[in-house]
């Protein structure tokens, strides 16, 4: 008897004590978008000036965050983990330059990993037409895409000269067999991975401007 009653009385605090301890996910905090805009900022430093000649603008789709009203709330949130979702498939390509501070890049990649994982259950969440989610991961997918096919085409052209050299060096008699096309869809299978510092960088600043919008246009707890 006394056993059952100790039972009962544990069994409120038991309760409460669960729901304190249960993880708040599907609330997305600020401070970790803020956290790895600030890692994206230090990891490599200012806008290297060699880069320059190979810097390109990519409009962002700010009407992906936008909102008319709270009516639209579920379709930004999607939007904002869509992002985070693209950042991490970017990052997941461990060719960033050696130069980038590389325990901050560490850090950038498992925050943003941290965030998918947690918040995954925002896509579970169900949309209203309004929201208009499908328009705006249309228009998120169409500029990340331009971004990953920036770091694919921007292979290092010093790179493609020595696998030149070195082939014809060790291939001489049988270079003439190949043709041209050939030969370079061969060297370029080589290079696929092989990605421009300088892309990485317009990359770079591409995501800063994207997080900075993230935090200005986004409601976070």
Same mark, same amino acid.
């Given at each position: 008897?006394?056993?059952?009653?100790?039972?009962? !009385?544990?069994?409120? &605090?038991?309760? &409460?004590?669960?729901?304190?301890?249960? =993880?708040? /996910?599907?609330?997305?905090?600020?401070?970790?978008?803020?956290?790895?805009? /600030?890692?994206?900022?230090?990891?490599?430093?200012?806008?290297?000036?060699?880069?320059?000649?190979?810097?390109?603008?990519?409009?962002? =789709?700010?009407?992906?965050?936008?909102?008319?009203?709270?009516?639209?709330?579920?379709?930004?949130?999607?939007?904002?983990?869509?992002?985070?979702?693209?950042?991490?498939?970017? &990052?997941?390509?461990?060719? %960033?330059?050696?130069?980038?501070?590389?325990?901050?890049?560490?850090?950038?990649?498992?925050?943003?990993?941290?965030?998918?994982?947690?918040?995954?259950? #925002?896509?579970?969440?169900?949309?209203? =037409?309004?929201?208009?989610?499908?328009?705006?991961?249309?228009?998120?997918?169409?500029?990340?895409?331009?971004?990953?096919?920036?770091?694919?085409?921007?292979?290092?052209?010093?790179?493609?000269?020595?696998? %030149?050299?070195?082939?014809?060096?060790?291939?001489?008699?049988? #270079? !003439?067999?190949?043709? =041209?096309?050939?030969?370079?869809?061969?060297?370029?299978?080589?290079?696929?991975?092989?990605?421009?510092?300088?892309?990485?960088?317009?990359?770079?600043?591409?995501?800063?401007?994207? !997080?900075? !919008?993230?935090?200005?246009?986004?409601?976070?707890?």
């Amino acid at each position: 008897m006394a056993l059952l009653k100790c039972i009962a !009385l544990l069994c409120p &605090f038991l309760f &409460f004590a669960q729901i304190c301890s249960m =993880p708040t /996910k599907c609330i997305m905090r600020r401070k970790l978008v803020k956290e790895t805009h /600030k890692l994206l900022e230090n990891m490599g430093g200012l806008f290297p000036r060699e880069c320059l000649k190979e810097n390109v603008e990519i409009t962002f =789709p700010t009407s992906a965050l936008q909102s008319d009203d709270s009516n639209q709330d579920i379709g930004v949130k999607k939007a904002t983990y869509k992002i985070m979702e693209h950042i991490d498939y970017l &990052f997941a390509n461990d060719s %960033h330059p050696v130069s980038w501070n590389q325990k901050k890049v560490e850090d950038f990649q498992n925050i943003v990993y941290r965030f998918t994982d947690d918040y995954t259950c #925002i896509m579970t969440r169900k949309q209203r =037409p309004e929201d208009d989610f499908l328009t705006r991961e249309g228009a998120l997918k169409t500029y990340f895409d331009k971004l990953a096919t920036l770091l694919r085409n921007k292979v290092h052209q010093t790179s493609l000269f020595s696998m %030149h050299k070195i082939w014809s060096t060790k291939h001489s008699n049988k #270079i !003439l067999s190949f043709k =041209p096309i050939a030969y370079y869809k061969l060297l370029s299978f080589f290079l696929l991975q092989d990605y421009s510092d300088c892309a990485w960088e317009v990359v770079r600043k591409e995501l800063m401007c994207v !997080l900075k !919008l993230t935090l200005k246009l986004v409601s976070f707890t």
